[in-house]
T-cell receptor, first 113, second 119 residues
Framework: AQSVTQLDSQVPVFEEAPVELRCNYS??????LFWYVQYPNQGLQLLLK??????LVKGINGFEAEFNKSQTSFHLRKPSVHISDTAEYFC???????????FGAGTTVTVRA | GAVVSQHPSWVICKSGTSVKIECRSL??????MFWYRQFPKQSLMLMAT?????????EQGVEKDKFLINHASLTLSTLTVTSAHPEDSSFYIC???????????????FGPGTRLTVL
């Protein structure tokens, strides 16, 4: 079984400042890792995913994440946020060759001018 | 990108009644759809996996007789909450899987969710 811990429930940040959202996972097998974003009143949208290869993954909207196997982490970063990045962010994992996702509790990012 | 819709977006019903929620893939065919439940400030919990033309597979602890899932076509899955009670009040989210090779390499597209309030 897998579990996901998002270490910050809420992250307030000023516009154009950098942001990092932390995600740690627990699994007895190797996993695939995902970050999703949920804008108000919308469905979840895939930001990026790590399946294999380079541990630094670049996604949409300027986001990137780094897979650290020794620390079982997959932190999400953006060097400069916009007001439009205000949303809920979810980290998720799944075992290889299994499409079932296990989600973290989510991190609410609020970007202020 | 692929779009998944849910209807209704919110519903209020009386205790003891049944409520049906629809999940549609608008511009692609989805052999597999998933139903999640999300409580306020909590994670999405997978309730069941729905495959077109076959019975849904429920996660441990989910009552299959209470949450009826039908996946009658490649673009439509429905979740019926039977004899709803206040504790069933929640945010229900569906997703549809686009198969591009199998396994987690597939992409899941999520619907906007349905807010159910049972009085």
């Amino acid at each position: 079984a897998q579990s996901v811990t998002q270490l910050d429930s809420q992250v307030p940040v000023f516009e154009e400042a950098p942001v990092e959202l932390r995600c740690n996972y627990s699994s007895s097998v190797s996993v695939y890792l995902f970050w999703y974003v949920q804008y108000p009143n919308q469905g979840l949208q895939l930001l990026l995913k790590y399946l294999s290869g380079s541990t630094l993954v670049k996604g949409i909207n300027g986001f990137e994440a780094e897979f650290n196997k020794s620390q079982t982490s997959f932190h999400l970063r953006k060097p400069s946020v916009h007001i439009s990045d205000t949303a809920e962010y979810f980290c998720a994992v799944s075992p290889p060759n299994d499409y079932k996702l296990s989600f973290g509790a989510g991190t609410t990012v609020t970007v202020r001018a | 990108g692929a779009v998944v819709s849910q209807h209704p977006s919110w519903v209020i019903c009386k205790s003891g009644t049944s409520v049906k929620i629809e999940c549609r893939s608008l511009d692609f065919q989805a052999t597999t759809m998933f139903w999640y439940r999300q409580f306020p400030k909590q994670s999405l919990m997978l309730m069941a996996t729905s495959n077109e033309g076959s019975k849904a597979t429920y996660e441990q602890g989910v009552e299959k007789d209470k949450f009826l899932i039908n996946h009658a076509s490649l673009t439509l899955s429905t979740l019926t909450v039977t004899s709803a009670h206040p504790e069933d009040s929640s945010f229900y989210i569906c997703s549809a899987r686009v198969s591009i090779g199998g396994g987690a390499r597939d992409t899941q597209y999520f619907g906007p969710g349905t807010r159910l309030t049972v009085l």
